[in-house]
């Protein structure tokens, strides 16, 4: 079965700071997706980052970009130039490349960015 | 605006009512799912539709029963609901081609006292 393992329940850092969130995932698909989603107080889910596995480019959004390590399964994200309003959990998640196929979710980070 | 919606974003209710709560997407998807997130922000698939047709559905217990009038449209019916259903559901779609990126709407917060 398809396991996504975040390891870090909280974290914190200082406004202006870079912090890495780590994820590792367990599947024996050479094909998926991975995603970054952060859900900040609003409860709103609000995707982050995504990375399709065949590509070996790390994906990178403005301040975020991700760690994507295939062989060791893991596909961290990092924000650089931490904002407060970065300030919520964030979710790794896993899809295999089937269509109609189900986001498996990690157990999330909370992170607390601190002026 | 381009967006999934559900509605109610709030829901009280009593032990052993029956509700539903409703979710509606103009992004053209194809594909819609159910997620339930629990007190810990765990989040778990429920059940998914492609076209109106179920595709995926979870060991949920049978008091849930998705409908699907429309590709556009995902709706959630719970019965005889227990304490225990408290969480937060979230509607998403998805386009099956293209960009594989999911939408998800701003949740409906479920509570039963």
């Known amino acids: 079965a398809q396991t996504v393992t975040q390891s870090q329940p909280e974290m914190s850092v200082q406004e202006a700071e870079t912090v890495t969130l780590s994820c590792t995932y367990d599947?024996?698909?050479?094909?998926?997706?991975l995603f970054w989603y952060k859900q900040p107080p609003s409860r709103q889910m609000i995707l982050v980052i995504r990375q399709e596995a065949y590509k070996q480019q790390n994906a990178t959004e403005n301040r975020f970009s991700v760690n994507f390590q295939k062989a060791a399964k893991s596909f961290s994200l990092k924000i650089s130039d931490s904002q407060l309003g970065d300030t919520a959990m964030y979710f790794c998640a896993f899809r295999d490349a089937g269509n109609n196929r189900k986001l498996i979710w990690g157990l999330g980070t909370s992170l607390a960015v601190n002026p | 605006d381009t967006a999934v919606s559900q509605t109610p974003k709030y829901l009280v209710t009593q032990m052993g009512n029956d509700k539903s709560i409703k979710c509606e997407q103009n992004l053209g998807h194809d594909t819609m799912y159910w997620y339930k997130q629990d007190s810990k922000k765990f989040l778990k698939i429920m059940f998914s539709?492609?076209?109106?047709?179920?595709?995926i559905n979870e060991t949920v217990p049978n008091r849930f029963s998705p409908k699907s009038p429309d590709k556009a449209h995902l709706n959630l019916h719970i019965n005889s609901l227990e304490l225990g259903d408290s969480a937060v559901y979230f509607c998403a779609s998805r386009s099956t081609t293209g960009v594989y990126g999911y939408t998800f709407g701003s949740g409906t917060r479920l509570t039963v006292v």
């Open positions: 539709y492609n076209n109106k047709e179920l595709i």
């Open positions: 599947t024996s698909e050479n094909n998926y997706y």
